[in-house]
């Protein structure tokens, strides 16, 4: 159990799948090529003194992601948008590579927790973007510059429109919004999901919204 971590400091089947898999990656094609046009931020630098790193938060405190290299922009993030990967394996690196391979600079999320299936269960990675406090590219669409600029992006490695999310990933989840809300000063009403800002699947319909909502509540 993780504890809570506040801040202080067949054929028709088949069928389906193959057509529910087509619909995503089509998706994710169009919105690699979105994003592309809208991701201002620089490719990773090499050498910084506080580089993307993995934590295992049971050791390492919560409040370690706010030393960063860049001293965190308060003003600047106004709200948390959640992803989930559309894979049930994934790193920092893969999730990185992929990103690129679509012509964007680098991991396109503030922070990746990880499934167990390549990344440790419940594991977070804060990424180059975060730590030097730079826009994400995660949104396409309307006002995809906007929200790239001030939201910041998590992402759950998993395939939520087949599989729910690990208790320990949901469990880190609440615990870093709920820490990144006291921070910043987020309302619950600017945490929001990929799939009801843009349209797209993710972080895919086993994501459990309301009992999520329902923690952070708690929480507060």
Same mark, same amino acid.
């Given at each position: 159990?993780?504890?809570?971590?506040?801040?202080?400091?067949?054929?028709?089947?088949?069928?389906?799948?193959?057509?529910?898999?087509?619909?995503?990656?089509?998706?994710?094609?169009?919105?690699?090529?979105?994003? =592309?046009?809208?991701?201002?931020?620089?490719?990773?630098?090499?050498?910084?003194?506080?580089?993307?790193?993995?934590?295992?938060?049971?050791?390492?405190?919560?409040?370690?992601?706010?030393?960063?290299?860049?001293?965190?922009?308060?003003?600047?993030?106004?709200?948390?948008?959640?992803?989930?990967?559309?894979?049930?394996?994934?790193?920092?690196?893969? =999730?990185?590579?992929?990103?690129?391979?679509?012509?964007?600079?680098?991991?396109?999320?503030?922070?990746?927790?990880?499934?167990?299936?390549?990344?440790?269960?419940?594991?977070?990675?804060?990424?180059?973007?975060?730590?030097?406090?730079? *826009?994400?590219?995660?949104?396409?669409?309307?006002?995809?510059?906007?929200?790239?600029?001030?939201?910041?992006?998590?992402?759950?490695?998993?395939?939520?429109?087949?599989?729910?999310?690990? *208790?320990?990933?949901?469990?880190?989840?609440?615990?870093?919004?709920?820490? =990144?809300?006291?921070?910043?000063?987020?309302?619950?009403?600017?945490?929001?999901?990929?799939?009801?800002?843009?349209?797209?699947?993710? *972080?895919?319909?086993?994501?459990?919204?309301?009992?999520?909502?329902?923690?952070?509540?708690?929480?507060?």
């Amino acid at each position: 159990m993780i504890p809570t971590t506040r801040f202080d400091f067949a054929s028709r089947p088949h069928r389906r799948a193959v057509t529910v898999w087509g619909a995503f990656v089509a998706t994710m094609t169009i919105v690699g090529g979105l994003l =592309l046009v809208s991701d201002p931020a620089p490719a990773p630098r090499l050498g910084t003194s506080r580089p993307a790193l993995d934590l295992n938060l049971d050791s390492r405190p919560l409040g370690t992601i706010l030393d960063t290299a860049t001293p965190v922009k308060r003003d600047q993030w106004v709200e948390i948008i959640i992803h989930g990967s559309g894979s049930q394996h994934g790193t920092a690196e893969s =999730l990185a590579r992929e990103a690129q391979s679509r012509g964007l600079k680098g991991l396109g999320y503030h922070f990746v927790i990880g499934n167990g299936n390549g990344l440790g269960d419940g594991d977070l990675h804060v990424g180059y973007r975060w730590n030097e406090q730079l *826009p994400g590219a995660h949104v396409a669409g309307p006002d995809a510059q906007w929200h790239n600029l001030h939201s910041i992006a998590i992402c759950l490695v998993g395939n939520g429109e087949t599989a729910e999310f690990t *208790p320990r990933q949901m469990q880190r989840l609440v615990n870093l919004v709920r820490g =990144l809300q006291e921070e910043l000063n987020i309302g619950i009403e600017r945490i929001l999901l990929d799939s009801a800002l843009t349209g797209s699947p993710s *972080p895919g319909r086993h994501f459990p919204e309301q009992r999520f909502r329902d923690q952070l509540r708690l929480n507060g």
